[in-house]
């Protein structure tokens, strides 16, 4: 039997933990936060693969079969290499998604232009992650994206509803609709941006649709674990969940309660 896991890299994860737990209470879940080593979107290819491994082996080895990588960098960089050379060969049993392919298949179907945004950060930008996968499912879309390098340093230092926030937002707003005005959807390309939503909508042209990614990553993961009962069945149900930094666990305890909006307890570990 066992736990379901979430990785990121930093907090933003927890708007993806948070979105899953509240469509699937029922489950057990373990929340790892790489904090001492956040963030990666600016790191290398090589160096995210590195680092999302070893926090998945350690998930695996605390009782996880199944691991969400609820980091759009380590999604973009790891995970394709993780389930095609690590998985077949030391983990069979186990299995690791992202958040990159279920938010490409909502996106076209809420898009009536087929004109896409993407606001994250400068590794997942620079991947081409979602708008090589948003063109395999829908063929003949146009994807734009434009990294917001300020955004996530917003969040993280509790300055994501001040006015100093809107300054970033409306200019990272700005240089997508310049690049391609008949976009009609965007899409948040990383976990922490669900913080900025507001500061988001204020600056947003009418009529334009934004995805945060928690609730669809949510109903992915539902219709996955029906398509795979072997794995369900796999799965503890008692609802609880727990939480694990490499960082100070005091003070991950007091970001977390930004994210999720309740008092939670946290533990410190090292990867390795």
């Known amino acids: 039997m066992g736990t379901i896991g979430v990785f990121d890299s930093g907090y933003g994860g927890l708007t993806i933990l948070d ?8 489950y057990d879940y373990i929340y790892l936060g790489d904090n001492a080593r956040t963030p990666y979107g600016t790191r290398s290819f090589d160096v995210v693969y590195e680092f999302t491994l070893q926090a998945v082996k350690k998930l695996f080895a605390m009782g996880c079969p199944l691991v969400i990588l609820g980091c759009n960098t380590a999604s973009a960089k790891a995970l394709r290499s993780i389930q095609q050379q690590y998985l077949p060969e030391h983990a069979p049993d186990r299995r690791v998604l992202g958040v990159i392919r279920p938010t490409a298949e909502v996106v076209g179907q809420l898009s009536h232009t087929g004109h896409i945004g993407v606001l994250a950060t400068e590794g997942t930008i620079k991947s ?25 340093p917003l969040v993280e230092n509790n300055e994501f509803d001040k006015p100093g926030a809107d300054y970033f937002v409306k200019d990272s707003l700005q240089k997508l609709m310049a690049q391609d005005p008949l976009i009609d959807t965007i899409i948040l390309g990383c ?12 600056y947003l042209p ?30 503890t149900q008692g609802g609880t969940t727990q939480y694990f930094t490499t960082e100070s666990a005091t003070k991950f305890r007091e970001c977390a309660s930004l994210f999720l909006r309740e008092d939670i307890t946290a533990q410190r570990i090292t990867l390795n």
Do not use: F
């Open 191 to 202: 976990t922490h941006y669900p913080l900025l939503l507001n500061k988001i909508n204020l």
């Open 206 to 235: 009418q009529g334009v649709k934004v995805i945060p990614q928690g609730q669809y990553i949510a109903t992915s993961l539902e219709d996955y674990l029906r398509r795979h009962p072997d794995m369900n069945q796999r799965l």
């Open 19 to 26: 979105g899953i737990r509240q469509r699937l209470p029922q």
């Open 128 to 152: 081409q992650s979602y708008k090589m996968e948003i063109e395999k499912l829908y063929p003949g879309s146009t994807i734009v994206g434009q990294a917001c390098p300020m955004w996530v």
